[in-house]
Protein backbone atom coordinates (compact mmCIF):
# COMPACT_ATOMS: atom_id res chain seq x y z
CA UNK A 1 0.00 0.00 0.00
CA UNK A 2 1.07 3.49 -1.02
CA UNK A 3 1.83 5.90 2.01
CA UNK A 4 -0.99 8.44 1.02
CA UNK A 5 -3.29 5.35 0.61
CA UNK A 6 -2.76 4.38 4.16
CA UNK A 7 -3.20 8.05 5.81
CA UNK A 8 -6.27 8.15 3.73
CA UNK A 9 -7.33 4.37 5.41
CA UNK A 10 -6.19 6.56 8.37
CA UNK A 11 -8.61 9.16 7.71
CA UNK A 12 -11.51 6.86 7.18
CA UNK A 13 -11.46 4.34 9.76
CA UNK A 14 -10.76 7.41 12.26
CA UNK A 15 -9.93 4.31 14.76
CA UNK A 16 -7.88 5.56 18.45
CA UNK A 17 -5.09 3.46 17.96
CA UNK A 18 -2.99 5.29 21.03
CA UNK A 19 -4.78 4.07 24.09
CA UNK A 20 -1.98 2.16 26.23
CA UNK A 21 -2.10 -1.70 26.78
CA UNK A 22 -3.17 -1.74 30.33
CA UNK A 23 -4.82 -4.62 32.47
CA UNK A 24 -8.64 -4.79 31.09
CA UNK A 25 -11.37 -6.43 32.65
CA UNK A 26 -11.73 -9.82 30.47
CA UNK A 27 -14.89 -11.37 29.30
CA UNK A 28 -15.18 -13.50 32.44
CA UNK A 29 -14.41 -10.34 34.53
CA UNK A 30 -11.15 -11.46 35.61
CA UNK A 31 -8.21 -9.61 34.81
CA UNK A 32 -6.45 -10.16 30.79
CA UNK A 33 -2.43 -10.55 31.03
CA UNK A 34 -0.33 -7.13 29.60
CA UNK A 35 -0.48 -7.39 25.49
CA UNK A 36 2.77 -7.03 25.32
CA UNK A 37 3.53 -10.70 26.78
CA UNK A 38 3.07 -11.98 23.30
CA UNK A 39 2.70 -10.92 20.01
CA UNK A 40 0.13 -13.14 18.92
CA UNK A 41 -2.39 -11.45 21.40
CA UNK A 42 -1.68 -7.78 19.99
CA UNK A 43 -5.16 -8.11 18.82
CA UNK A 44 -8.03 -8.97 21.17
CA UNK A 45 -10.38 -11.65 20.27
CA UNK A 46 -13.29 -9.97 21.37
CA UNK A 47 -14.78 -6.45 19.00
CA UNK A 48 -17.30 -5.50 21.64
CA UNK A 49 -15.14 -2.35 22.71
CA UNK A 50 -12.96 0.05 20.84
CA UNK A 51 -10.36 -0.82 23.05
CA UNK A 52 -10.16 -4.26 21.90
CA UNK A 53 -8.60 -3.21 18.79
CA UNK A 54 -5.63 -0.96 20.42
CA UNK A 55 -2.03 -2.18 20.24
CA UNK A 56 0.77 -1.81 22.06
CA UNK A 57 3.92 -3.20 20.34
CA UNK A 58 5.89 -4.36 24.11
CA UNK A 59 6.32 -0.59 24.70
CA UNK A 60 4.88 0.81 28.22
CA UNK A 61 5.91 3.78 27.79
CA UNK A 62 2.93 5.96 26.19
CA UNK A 63 4.60 7.62 22.86
CA UNK A 64 1.35 9.20 22.03
CA UNK A 65 0.89 11.57 24.74
CA UNK A 66 2.05 15.04 24.43
CA UNK A 67 5.60 14.72 25.05
CA UNK A 68 6.47 17.05 28.00
CA UNK A 69 10.14 18.20 28.51
CA UNK A 70 13.12 16.66 26.21
CA UNK A 71 13.18 12.88 25.10
CA UNK A 72 16.09 10.64 26.01
CA UNK A 73 17.72 8.64 23.33
CA UNK A 74 16.50 5.81 24.49
CA UNK A 75 12.86 6.90 23.29
CA UNK A 76 13.65 7.08 19.93
CA UNK A 77 15.29 4.04 20.09
CA UNK A 78 12.31 1.98 21.17
CA UNK A 79 10.17 3.79 18.70
CA UNK A 80 12.47 2.63 15.92
CA UNK A 81 11.98 -1.01 17.34
CA UNK A 82 8.58 -0.53 17.65
CA UNK A 83 7.77 0.44 13.76
CA UNK A 84 10.07 -2.21 12.72
CA UNK A 85 8.03 -4.89 14.99
CA UNK A 86 5.07 -3.08 13.05
CA UNK A 87 6.31 -3.76 9.44
CA UNK A 88 7.27 -7.50 10.30
CA UNK A 89 3.45 -8.04 11.35
CA UNK A 90 1.83 -6.50 8.75
CA UNK A 91 3.69 -8.76 6.53
CA UNK A 92 2.89 -11.47 8.74
CA UNK A 93 -0.78 -10.41 8.68
CA UNK A 94 -3.30 -11.81 5.97
CA UNK A 95 -3.73 -8.96 2.61
CA UNK A 96 -6.53 -6.46 3.66
CA UNK A 97 -7.39 -7.79 6.73
CA UNK A 98 -8.77 -5.42 9.83
CA UNK A 99 -5.86 -6.25 11.77
CA UNK A 100 -3.14 -5.40 9.06
CA UNK A 101 -5.18 -2.07 8.62
CA UNK A 102 -5.31 -1.35 12.10
CA UNK A 103 -1.27 -2.13 12.26
CA UNK A 104 -0.60 -0.05 9.25
CA UNK A 105 -2.62 2.64 11.16
CA UNK A 106 -0.49 1.92 14.24
CA UNK A 107 2.67 2.03 11.99
CA UNK A 108 1.80 5.52 10.58
CA UNK A 109 1.85 6.75 14.00
CA UNK A 110 4.74 5.67 14.86
CA UNK A 111 6.85 7.05 12.18
CA UNK A 112 5.22 10.41 12.66
CA UNK A 113 5.81 10.16 16.27
CA UNK A 114 9.27 9.12 15.69
CA UNK A 115 9.47 12.20 13.56
CA UNK A 116 8.41 14.83 15.68
CA UNK A 117 11.46 13.47 18.18
CA UNK A 118 13.60 13.89 15.78
CA UNK A 119 12.43 17.97 14.65
CA UNK A 120 10.59 18.78 17.99
CA UNK A 121 9.18 22.02 17.76
CA UNK A 122 10.62 25.10 18.80
CA UNK A 123 9.87 28.60 18.98
CA UNK A 124 11.01 29.68 15.72
CA UNK A 125 11.51 33.13 14.74
CA UNK A 126 8.39 34.17 12.51
CA UNK A 127 10.72 35.81 10.01
CA UNK A 128 14.75 34.58 9.01
CA UNK A 129 17.04 36.47 6.41
CA UNK A 130 19.59 33.87 4.53
CA UNK A 131 21.39 35.16 1.59
CA UNK A 132 19.17 37.58 0.23
CA UNK A 133 16.45 35.82 1.22
CA UNK A 134 13.39 36.63 3.09
CA UNK A 135 11.68 33.58 4.99
CA UNK A 136 8.59 34.22 6.62
CA UNK A 137 7.82 30.68 8.64
CA UNK A 138 4.57 29.26 7.47
CA UNK A 139 1.19 28.51 9.50
CA UNK A 140 -0.34 26.19 6.65
CA UNK A 141 -0.68 22.19 8.00
CA UNK A 142 -0.78 21.14 4.11
CA UNK A 143 1.36 18.21 3.37
CA UNK A 144 1.29 18.76 -0.42
CA UNK A 145 4.51 20.92 -0.26
CA UNK A 146 7.93 19.56 -0.83
CA UNK A 147 11.39 21.13 0.92
CA UNK A 148 13.41 22.64 -2.11
CA UNK A 149 16.68 21.59 -0.09
CA UNK A 150 15.77 18.03 0.19
CA UNK A 151 13.08 17.00 -2.07
CA UNK A 152 11.12 15.41 0.81
CA UNK A 153 7.78 15.97 2.08
CA UNK A 154 7.14 19.03 4.19
CA UNK A 155 5.02 17.65 7.06
CA UNK A 156 2.92 20.70 8.13
CA UNK A 157 1.10 18.81 10.99
CA UNK A 158 4.69 18.21 12.74
CA UNK A 159 7.33 19.78 11.04
CA UNK A 160 8.53 23.89 11.11
CA UNK A 161 8.83 25.23 7.42
CA UNK A 162 9.15 28.39 5.74
CA UNK A 163 8.73 30.30 2.26
CA UNK A 164 10.84 33.05 0.40
CA UNK A 165 8.86 36.13 0.39
CA UNK A 166 10.94 36.79 -2.92
CA UNK A 167 11.54 33.59 -4.92
CA UNK A 168 9.14 31.34 -2.82
CA UNK A 169 11.68 28.98 -2.26
CA UNK A 170 10.24 26.29 0.53
CA UNK A 171 12.15 24.36 2.82
CA UNK A 172 11.90 23.09 6.26
CA UNK A 173 13.36 24.54 9.44
CA UNK A 174 16.01 22.28 9.81
CA UNK A 175 17.56 22.56 5.86
CA UNK A 176 17.73 26.31 6.22
CA UNK A 177 21.13 26.46 7.02
CA UNK A 178 22.07 23.83 4.38
CA UNK A 179 20.76 26.26 1.84
CA UNK A 180 23.64 27.70 -0.73
CA UNK A 181 21.86 29.40 -3.47
CA UNK A 182 20.99 33.45 -3.57
CA UNK A 183 17.54 34.20 -4.02
CA UNK A 184 16.73 34.70 -7.51
CA UNK A 185 14.33 37.80 -6.99
CA UNK A 186 17.79 39.57 -6.11
CA UNK A 187 19.05 38.44 -9.61
CA UNK A 188 16.02 40.04 -10.94
CA UNK A 189 16.43 43.37 -9.41
CA UNK A 190 20.36 43.85 -10.33
CA UNK A 191 19.98 41.64 -13.43
CA UNK A 192 16.97 42.13 -15.62
CA UNK A 193 17.88 40.37 -18.71
CA UNK A 194 17.48 36.45 -20.24
CA UNK A 195 19.78 34.09 -22.32
CA UNK A 196 18.67 34.66 -25.78
CA UNK A 197 20.82 31.60 -27.32
CA UNK A 198 18.85 28.38 -27.89
CA UNK A 199 19.98 26.04 -24.85
CA UNK A 200 23.15 26.85 -24.80
CA UNK A 201 25.06 23.58 -23.39
CA UNK A 202 28.50 23.51 -22.91
CA UNK A 203 29.04 19.99 -21.87
CA UNK A 204 29.57 17.80 -18.69
CA UNK A 205 33.39 17.92 -19.56
CA UNK A 206 33.17 21.52 -18.37
CA UNK A 207 31.30 20.83 -16.08
CA UNK A 208 33.79 18.81 -14.69
CA UNK A 209 30.75 16.55 -14.47
CA UNK A 210 29.23 18.14 -11.60
CA UNK A 211 25.88 19.60 -10.96
CA UNK A 212 25.76 23.50 -11.83
CA UNK A 213 24.52 24.44 -8.85
CA UNK A 214 25.25 22.16 -6.01
CA UNK A 215 27.99 20.35 -7.45
CA UNK A 216 27.03 16.91 -7.05
CA UNK A 217 28.87 14.15 -9.28
CA UNK A 218 26.72 13.67 -12.36
CA UNK A 219 26.50 11.83 -15.21
CA UNK A 220 24.15 10.77 -18.10
CA UNK A 221 24.51 7.31 -17.40
CA UNK A 222 22.98 7.91 -13.93
CA UNK A 223 25.79 6.99 -11.79
CA UNK A 224 26.01 8.16 -9.27
CA UNK A 225 23.18 10.38 -9.62
CA UNK A 226 21.22 10.90 -13.31
CA UNK A 227 22.31 14.54 -15.42
CA UNK A 228 19.45 16.70 -16.27
CA UNK A 229 19.54 19.03 -18.74
CA UNK A 230 18.26 22.22 -18.14
CA UNK A 231 17.00 23.93 -21.45
CA UNK A 232 16.81 27.73 -20.51
CA UNK A 233 20.96 27.33 -19.09
CA UNK A 234 22.04 24.61 -21.16
CA UNK A 235 23.55 23.39 -18.17
CA UNK A 236 23.49 20.03 -16.80
CA UNK A 237 21.90 19.56 -12.92
CA UNK A 238 21.22 16.21 -10.75
CA UNK A 239 18.02 15.05 -9.71
CA UNK A 240 18.14 17.44 -6.26
CA UNK A 241 18.27 20.43 -8.54
CA UNK A 242 16.12 19.87 -11.62
CA UNK A 243 13.04 18.05 -10.83
CA UNK A 244 11.73 17.69 -14.47
CA UNK A 245 9.62 20.92 -13.96
CA UNK A 246 8.84 22.43 -17.66
CA UNK A 247 8.48 26.29 -18.44
CA UNK A 248 8.02 28.18 -22.17
CA UNK A 249 12.19 29.48 -22.73
CA UNK A 250 12.25 32.81 -24.08
CA UNK A 251 14.79 32.36 -26.66
CA UNK A 252 12.87 29.92 -28.22
CA UNK A 253 9.71 32.18 -28.44
CA UNK A 254 11.96 35.31 -30.25
CA UNK A 255 14.07 33.03 -32.71
CA UNK A 256 11.29 29.99 -33.53
CA UNK A 257 8.00 31.77 -32.26
CA UNK A 258 7.66 28.25 -30.34
CA UNK A 259 5.75 28.41 -26.72
CA UNK A 260 5.88 24.63 -25.68
CA UNK A 261 6.97 23.56 -22.58
CA UNK A 262 11.04 23.02 -21.76
CA UNK A 263 12.07 21.04 -19.08
CA UNK A 264 14.06 23.29 -16.63
CA UNK A 265 15.93 23.46 -13.17
CA UNK A 266 14.39 24.57 -10.46
CA UNK A 267 16.11 27.95 -9.85
CA UNK A 268 15.67 28.37 -14.17
CA UNK A 269 11.93 28.20 -13.27
CA UNK A 270 11.51 30.38 -10.34
CA UNK A 271 13.32 32.91 -12.50
CA UNK A 272 11.54 32.83 -15.55
CA UNK A 273 8.32 33.04 -13.24
CA UNK A 274 9.07 36.23 -11.63
CA UNK A 275 10.57 37.76 -14.82
CA UNK A 276 7.38 37.13 -16.27
CA UNK A 277 5.92 40.09 -16.42
CA UNK A 278 9.25 42.09 -16.90
CA UNK A 279 9.15 44.16 -20.25
CA UNK A 280 12.76 43.39 -21.31
CA UNK A 281 12.35 42.13 -24.97
CA UNK A 282 12.65 44.45 -27.52
CA UNK A 283 12.05 42.84 -30.41
CA UNK A 284 12.89 44.82 -33.50
CA UNK A 285 16.79 44.85 -32.49
CA UNK A 286 16.67 41.46 -31.09
CA UNK A 287 14.88 39.92 -34.30
CA UNK A 288 13.49 42.22 -36.60
CA UNK A 289 11.93 39.48 -38.80
CA UNK A 290 10.02 38.32 -36.84
CA UNK A 291 7.06 41.51 -37.47
CA UNK A 292 6.95 39.44 -40.82
CA UNK A 293 5.55 36.54 -40.10
CA UNK A 294 3.85 37.08 -36.88
CA UNK A 295 0.66 39.17 -38.26
CA UNK A 296 -0.59 39.44 -34.47
CA UNK A 297 2.44 41.34 -33.72
CA UNK A 298 1.59 43.88 -36.05
CA UNK A 299 -1.27 44.31 -34.96
CA UNK A 300 -0.39 44.50 -31.41
CA UNK A 301 2.09 47.24 -32.36
CA UNK A 302 -0.42 49.49 -34.31
CA UNK A 303 -2.85 48.95 -31.54
CA UNK A 304 0.14 50.69 -28.74
CA UNK A 305 0.85 53.20 -30.94
CA UNK A 306 -2.78 54.68 -31.37
CA UNK A 307 -2.74 54.47 -27.82
CA UNK A 308 0.47 56.72 -27.06
CA UNK A 309 -1.36 58.88 -29.29
CA UNK A 310 -3.98 58.79 -27.01
CA UNK A 311 -2.36 59.34 -24.07
CA UNK A 312 -1.39 63.36 -24.12
CA UNK A 313 -5.39 63.58 -24.52
CA UNK A 314 -6.08 62.11 -21.13
CA UNK A 315 -3.31 63.55 -19.05
CA UNK A 316 -4.79 66.99 -19.88
CA UNK A 317 -8.68 65.92 -19.61
CA UNK A 318 -10.20 66.41 -16.32
CA UNK A 319 -12.77 63.78 -17.41
CA UNK A 320 -10.21 61.12 -18.03
CA UNK A 321 -8.11 61.55 -15.04
CA UNK A 322 -11.20 60.96 -12.71
CA UNK A 323 -12.45 57.90 -14.67
CA UNK A 324 -8.90 56.67 -14.46
CA UNK A 325 -8.90 55.46 -18.29
CA UNK A 326 -4.75 54.66 -17.77
CA UNK A 327 -5.66 52.47 -15.45
CA UNK A 328 -7.07 49.79 -17.47
CA UNK A 329 -3.58 49.05 -18.53
CA UNK A 330 -2.24 48.74 -15.37
CA UNK A 331 -1.02 45.37 -15.73
CA UNK A 332 0.42 46.38 -18.35
CA UNK A 333 1.96 49.41 -17.39
CA UNK A 334 5.00 49.65 -20.26
CA UNK A 335 1.98 50.21 -22.68
CA UNK A 336 1.25 53.44 -21.84
CA UNK A 337 5.54 54.25 -21.55
CA UNK A 338 6.29 52.88 -24.87
CA UNK A 339 5.50 50.67 -28.01
CA UNK A 340 8.70 48.75 -28.48
CA UNK A 341 9.68 46.34 -25.21
CA UNK A 342 7.66 43.24 -24.47
CA UNK A 343 7.28 41.26 -21.58
CA UNK A 344 7.64 37.02 -22.23
CA UNK A 345 4.03 37.09 -20.76
CA UNK A 346 2.97 40.10 -23.62
CA UNK A 347 4.15 37.38 -26.30
CA UNK A 348 2.52 33.96 -24.73
CA UNK A 349 -0.75 36.31 -24.49
CA UNK A 350 -0.59 37.61 -27.97
CA UNK A 351 -0.15 34.16 -29.51
CA UNK A 352 -3.49 32.49 -27.72
CA UNK A 353 -4.82 35.71 -29.28
CA UNK A 354 -6.25 37.04 -25.39
CA UNK A 355 -3.77 40.30 -25.89
CA UNK A 356 -5.59 41.15 -29.08
CA UNK A 357 -9.18 40.98 -27.86
CA UNK A 358 -8.32 42.51 -24.23
CA UNK A 359 -6.01 45.41 -26.28
CA UNK A 360 -8.81 46.00 -28.43
CA UNK A 361 -11.24 46.98 -26.31
CA UNK A 362 -9.22 49.50 -24.46
CA UNK A 363 -8.51 50.75 -27.66
CA UNK A 364 -12.35 51.10 -28.46
CA UNK A 365 -13.02 52.52 -24.76
CA UNK A 366 -10.26 55.51 -25.41
CA UNK A 367 -11.38 56.00 -28.87
CA UNK A 368 -15.01 56.76 -27.34
CA UNK A 369 -14.09 58.82 -25.17
CA UNK A 370 -11.79 60.96 -27.15
CA UNK A 371 -14.05 61.03 -30.39
CA UNK A 372 -17.68 60.66 -28.65
CA UNK A 373 -18.06 61.64 -24.60
CA UNK A 374 -15.73 64.42 -24.34
CA UNK A 375 -16.03 67.92 -25.49
CA UNK A 376 -12.80 68.92 -24.49
CA UNK A 377 -11.06 66.15 -26.16
CA UNK A 378 -12.91 66.70 -29.23
CA UNK A 379 -11.65 70.06 -29.45
CA UNK A 380 -8.00 69.27 -29.55
CA UNK A 381 -9.03 67.43 -33.02
CA UNK A 382 -7.77 68.80 -36.57
CA UNK A 383 -9.36 69.73 -39.81
CA UNK A 384 -6.92 68.57 -42.81
CA UNK A 385 -5.60 71.90 -44.28
CA UNK A 386 -4.66 70.34 -47.52
CA UNK A 387 -8.39 69.53 -48.82
CA UNK A 388 -10.46 71.60 -45.57
CA UNK A 389 -13.08 68.93 -45.90
CA UNK A 390 -14.21 66.05 -43.86
CA UNK A 391 -15.18 65.16 -40.05
CA UNK A 392 -12.36 66.28 -37.02
CA UNK A 393 -9.52 64.27 -37.81
CA UNK A 394 -7.69 62.65 -34.35
CA UNK A 395 -3.75 61.20 -35.05
CA UNK A 396 -4.76 57.52 -34.30
CA UNK A 397 -7.49 57.08 -36.80
CA UNK A 398 -6.68 54.90 -39.48
CA UNK A 399 -6.69 57.20 -42.59
CA UNK A 400 -5.21 59.66 -41.31
CA UNK A 401 -1.32 60.50 -41.23
CA UNK A 402 0.50 62.91 -38.83
CA UNK A 403 3.69 65.52 -39.65
CA UNK A 404 6.50 64.08 -37.92
CA UNK A 405 7.57 67.60 -37.46
CA UNK A 406 4.71 69.28 -36.50
CA UNK A 407 2.42 66.46 -35.39
CA UNK A 408 -0.61 67.71 -37.58
CA UNK A 409 -3.27 65.18 -38.52
CA UNK A 410 -3.78 65.30 -42.52
CA UNK A 411 -6.07 62.83 -44.39
CA UNK A 412 -3.72 59.49 -45.71
CA UNK A 413 -4.55 60.31 -49.39
CA UNK A 414 -4.01 64.31 -49.29
CA UNK A 415 -1.06 63.79 -47.26
CA UNK A 416 0.78 61.69 -49.85
CA UNK A 417 -0.78 63.37 -53.02
CA UNK A 418 0.41 66.44 -52.42
CA UNK A 419 4.59 67.15 -52.23
CA UNK A 420 4.03 70.42 -50.91
CA UNK A 421 5.75 70.79 -47.37
CA UNK A 422 3.24 70.39 -44.34
CA UNK A 423 1.29 73.80 -44.17
CA UNK A 424 1.21 74.28 -40.41
CA UNK A 425 5.44 73.41 -40.73
CA UNK A 426 5.76 76.30 -43.23
CA UNK A 427 3.69 78.95 -41.42
CA UNK A 428 5.87 78.15 -38.43
CA UNK A 429 8.98 78.64 -40.21
CA UNK A 430 7.65 81.70 -41.67
CA UNK A 431 6.98 83.69 -38.27
CA UNK A 432 10.15 82.48 -37.36
CA UNK A 433 11.77 84.13 -40.67
CA UNK A 434 9.56 87.34 -39.40
CA UNK A 435 10.73 87.33 -35.91
CA UNK A 436 14.55 87.27 -37.04
CA UNK A 437 13.92 89.78 -39.72
CA UNK A 438 12.34 92.04 -37.16
CA UNK A 439 15.20 91.95 -34.18
CA UNK A 440 17.56 93.27 -37.05
CA UNK A 441 15.58 96.05 -37.70
CA UNK A 442 15.34 96.80 -34.50
Known amino acids: MEYDERLALFRQTRLNPFDRGEEEDGPQGGKTPPQHEARPELFSGSRTHSSDRTMDLGLAEDHFSRPMGSFVASDIEQLKLAIEECKKLILELPEHSERQKDTVVKLIHLRLKLQELKDPEEDEPNLR??????????????VKQTCDKCSTIIWGLIQTWYTCTGCYYRCHSKCMNLITKPCVRSK??????????????????????????????????????????????????CSTCHWNDTAIVPARVIHNWEFEPRKVCRSSLRYLALMMSRPVLKLKEINPLLFNFVEELVEIRKLRQDILLM???????????????LLQLQDRQHFVENDDMYSLQDLIDISSGRLSCSLTEIHTTFAKHIKLDCERCQAKGFVCELCKEGDILFPFDSHTSVCHDCSAVFHRDCYYDNSTTCPRCARMTERKQDEVSDVKDA
Open 311 to 325: KPYFITCKEAMEARL
Open 129 to 142: ILLEHRFSKEKSKS
Open 188 to 237: VSHQSEYELSICPEIGLDRQDYRCAECRTPISLRGVPSEARQCDYTGQYY
